[in-house]
């Protein structure tokens, strides 16, 4: 029943234009099982990526001192966050890299953004998905049974669309 429904949804996603063949410093790719990293609240609550399956998860990966992070950062606010929030089937997560909790605090303070920003001091989150020395400024689209769907990087305003279409059509 799973490779059916992976089937599914590379074919539905391929029919809109959505296929991606990524090199832009991902170990990962569409249509591989997500690693199960741990994610770190400010108010020191773990969880496991997987206490998420059953929901469609956005990872956004960004930093404080990353440019492009907030540029894009109230788009997601916007256009993903504040749409979805309520929808018990959706779960956003910012992943702040390789920054203390009193910095991540202060960078969602500073841009307005009410989507939880979680912690990642030493990058372990990150480089679970994209290589040593990889950038900022990634967004990974997983299914509700753990599959990553959908990748960004940097922020263009056609890939962010396709994204927000994406995540979309998981939750109808």
Same mark, same amino acid.
């Given at each position: 029943?799973?490779? =059916? =429904?992976?089937? =599914?949804?590379?074919?539905?996603?391929?029919?809109?234009?959505?296929?991606?063949?990524?090199?832009?410093?991902?170990?990962?790719?569409?249509?591989?099982?997500?690693?199960?990293?741990?994610?770190?609240?400010?108010?020191?609550?773990?969880?496991?990526?997987? @206490?998420?399956?059953?929901?469609?998860?956005?990872?956004?990966?960004?930093?404080? %001192?990353?440019?492009?992070?907030?540029?894009?950062?109230?788009?997601? +606010?916007?256009?993903? %966050?504040?749409?979805?929030?309520?929808?018990?089937?959706?779960?956003?997560?910012?992943?702040d890299l390789k920054e203390?909790?009193?910095?991540?605090?202060?960078?969602?303070?500073?841009?307005?953004?009410?989507?939880?920003?979680?912690?990642?001091? +030493?990058?372990?989150? =990150?480089?679970?998905?994209?290589?040593?020395?990889?950038?900022?400024?990634?967004?990974?689209?997983? @299914?509700?049974?753990?599959?990553?769907?959908f990748m960004t990087?940097?922020?263009?305003? +056609?890939?962010?669309?396709?994204?927000?279409?994406?995540?979309?059509?998981?939750?109808?």
């Amino acid at each position: 029943m799973k490779y =059916f =429904f992976m089937l =599914f949804v590379c074919l539905t996603l391929s029919h809109f234009g959505y296929t991606q063949n990524d090199d832009r410093g991902y170990i990962v790719k569409v249509g591989d099982k997500a690693p199960d990293i741990t994610i770190t609240y400010t108010d020191g609550t773990r969880k496991k990526l997987s @206490d998420f399956r059953g929901k469609i998860v956005m990872l956004q990966f960004t930093a404080s %001192w990353c440019g492009v992070c907030r540029k894009e950062m109230p788009f997601i +606010e916007k256009d993903i %966050w504040l749409k979805h929030k309520n929808n018990p089937h959706f779960a956003l997560i910012g992943i702040d890299l390789k920054e203390n909790r009193e910095q991540t605090i202060q960078f969602g303070k500073d841009l307005k953004i009410t989507y939880p920003l979680t912690l990642d001091p +030493e990058g372990k989150a =990150f480089y679970s998905f994209a290589a040593q020395g990889a950038g900022v400024t990634r967004n990974i689209i997983i @299914d509700k049974q753990g599959k990553i769907v959908f990748m960004t990087r940097l922020y263009d305003p +056609e890939e962010f669309g396709k994204m927000c279409e994406v995540i979309d059509r998981l939750l109808d």
